[in-house]
């Protein structure tokens, strides 16, 4: 996150889960940043009951975590394209 740009810990939740379980590894370094902003995108605009239980409940699911997963695997089909 930028200076002077706050991110929402439910936004920052999902963009670390991506990147400290692995499925990052295949995006080139150079692309991680542009990565995180198209991806934290897509989950408001395709998955956004993801960050609302984030809000509401405060942990991550094991329904929510499922959740999570197919969004990236769904979301990495289109990145870079």
């Known amino acids: 996150q930028g200076q002077y740009a706050p991110v929402p810990v439910e936004t920052q939740i999902v963009a670390i889960y991506a990147a400290v379980n692995g499925h990052l590894d295949d ?10 902003e ?16 984030l809000e509401t409940d405060k942990a991550l699911s094991a329904e929510a975590e499922q959740k999570l997963l197919s969004a990236i695997e769904e979301f990495k089909k289109s990145f870079g394209d």
Do not use: L, R
Not at 28 to 36: A, L, R, S
Not at 38 to 53: E, L, N, R
């Open 27 to 36: 995006i080139p370094v150079e692309k991680i940043g542009d990565f995180e």
């Open 38 to 53: 198209a991806f934290v995108q897509y989950i408001h605009g395709s998955a956004p009951d993801i960050i609302k239980t």
